[in-house]
């Protein structure tokens, strides 16, 4: 089975921290991703990448960076935590098949908080 | 854009079928469509994938009509452990990957 692991289940930051969400896949798939879920907004892509070092937005990239130096690891990273990013991130990795056919296996996620 | 949209909320009863219909009228030619399910505190898993015609595995089956502007995820005989969300996903390829953009999705509640 294809594993996907993200680094903390939960995390407690202070306003103005540099944060960093690691996700790690052990499946050899080309593309990661990550989304943060709210309540009553469900999931909402922030990056992705395709391939190594390469990175795509999502629909909410502002506030947000991500880095992509192996295949196997994806991290993402708030340069500087505000309340409002207090959230559940999800990470999901899939195999590349083609046109949008590739099947998401995701994390177990990370609540944030920022205080 | 491929947006999706979904009910926002189902309700049924133990051993009923559930249909969850997705619209997405702008899907491109080749994209497929995928349903995922959520359960509190989990990330989503996948459930059934189609490009048209009719798919069925061992949880559900998808309907996709001949234009492709809409499915409709079957769920046949509920059970409570069916409660969860249910996503329509269909991505758009923006030439490096596919961009997958989850909606806001279908919150399925079955009762006894």
């Known amino acids: 089975d294809v594993k996907v692991t993200q680094s903390s289940r939960y995390l407690v930051k202070r306003t103005g921290e540099k944060v960093f969400l690691e996700c790690v896949q052990d499946m050899d798939h080309e593309n990661m991703f990550w989304y943060r879920q709210d309540p009553g907004l469900g999931l909402r892509l922030i990056y992705f990448s395709y391939d190594v070092k390469m990175k795509e937005k999502g629909d909410i990239p502002e506030g947000y960076s991500v880095s992509r130096e192996k295949k196997e690891r994806f991290s993402l990273i708030l340069e500087s935590a505000s309340t409002n990013q207090t959230s559940m991130y999800l990470c999901?990795?899939?195999?590349?098949?083609?046109?949008?056919?590739?099947?998401?296996?995701f994390g177990s996620g990370t609540q944030l908080s920022v205080l | 854009l491929a947006k999706t949209t979904q009910p926002i909320s189902m309700d049924s009863y133990e051993g009923q079928e559930v249909n969850i219909t997705c619209s997405h009228n702008?899907?491109?030619?080749?994209?497929?469509i995928t349903w995922y399910q959520q359960f509190p505190s989990q990330g989503p898993r996948f459930i059934i994938q189609g490009y048209k015609t009719k798919v069925t595995n061992e949880v559900a089956s998808l309907f996709i009509p001949a234009d492709r502007k809409s499915s409709t995820l079957s769920l046949p005989r509920v059970s409570l452990s069916d409660t969860a969300v249910y996503y329509c996903?269909?991505?758009?390829?923006?030439?490096?990957?596919?961009?997958?953009?989850f909606g806001t999705g279908t919150q399925l509640k079955v009762e006894l």
């Open positions: 702008n899907i491109a030619t080749n994209d497929y």
């Open positions: 999901a990795s899939s195999l590349r098949q083609g046109r949008s056919n590739e099947k998401l296996f």
């Open positions: 996903l269909v991505g758009v390829f923006t030439g490096g990957g596919n961009k997958l953009t």
